[in-house]
Antibody, heavy 120, light 108 residues
Framework: QVQLQESGPGLVKPSQTLSLTCTVS??????????WSWIRQHPGKGLEWIGY???????YYNPSLKSRVTISVDTSKNQFSLKLSSVTAADTAVYYC????????????WGQGTMVTVSS | DIQMTQSPSSLSASVGDRVTITCQAS??????LNWYQQKPGKAPKLLIY???NLETGVPSRFSGSGSGTDFTFTISSLQPEDIATYYC??????????FGQGTKLEIK
């Protein structure tokens, strides 16, 4: 049973870079042709897709965040990571890592989510 | 960009009621629509894919229908454990995914 777990600082200062890691357990990040994604949810709000990475390293980002987002993968550690630069209070949210199926159509596994607050 | 509009934004119903949520796309998305359930403090969970297919292990009281721009999600007999927020999500515009704003379901 594949499981995902987010980790990283819960508090980030404005203008700094938010960095989160998602550790994949119960399966290899390199197998199965899945897309490894980040999604966020502002407090009390809906879901916003941030982007995804394929195990080969190819990425796609939400155009609204593209200039500030980098998603990378470390297959040796079975992890993928999110970096969001120049954060503001508007980036305060619960951040989820998730797996998209090989067809690229359904998000079939989610991490539990981690709350990140941007504040000085 | 494809916009997804859910209605209602919140809903109160009694145990045993039939509950219906609608999702409208801003353009034709064929059947490229999923439904997710998010319980308080938890991550979303996939319930319905391709507009009408039940994900493995999901109770049969959940169902979905529709194509094109108009979609419906139904709980045939509401149970207390169904209290959650429900989201539709389109994948017609890959690799960009868009969610509806959510429908919060409460017990009356």
């Amino acid at each position: 049973q594949v499981q995902l777990q987010e980790s990283g600082p819960g508090l980030v200062k404005p203008s700094q870079t938010l960095s989160l890691t998602c550790t994949v357990s119960g399966g290899s990040i390199s197998s199965g042709g899945y897309y490894w994604s980040w999604i966020r949810q502002h407090p009390g709000k809906g879901l916003e897709w941030i982007g995804y990475i394929y195990y080969s390293g190819s990425t796609y980002y939400n155009p609204s965040l593209k200039s500030r987002v980098t998603i990378s993968v470390d297959t040796s550690k079975n992890q993928f990571s999110l970096k969001l630069s120049s954060v503001t209070a508007a980036d305060t949210a619960v951040y989820y890592c998730a797996r998209v199926n090989p067809r690229g159509e359904q998000i079939d596994i989610w991490g539990q989510g981690t709350m990140v607050t941007v504040s000085s | 960009d494809i916009q997804m509009t859910q209605s209602p934004s919140s809903l109160s119903a009694s145990v045993g009621d039939r509950v219906t949520i609608t999702c409208q796309a801003s353009q034709d998305i064929s059947n490229y629509l999923n439904w997710y359930q998010q319980k308080p403090g938890k991550a979303p969970k996939l319930l319905i894919y391709d507009a009408s297919n039940l994900e493995t292990g999901v109770p049969s009281r959940f169902s979905g229908s529709g194509s094109g721009t108009d979609f419906t999600f139904t709980i045939s007999s509401l149970q207390p454990e169904d209290i959650a927020t429900y989201y539709c999500q389109q994948y017609d515009n890959l690799p960009m995914y868009t969610f509806g704003q959510g429908t919060k379901l409460e017990i009356k």
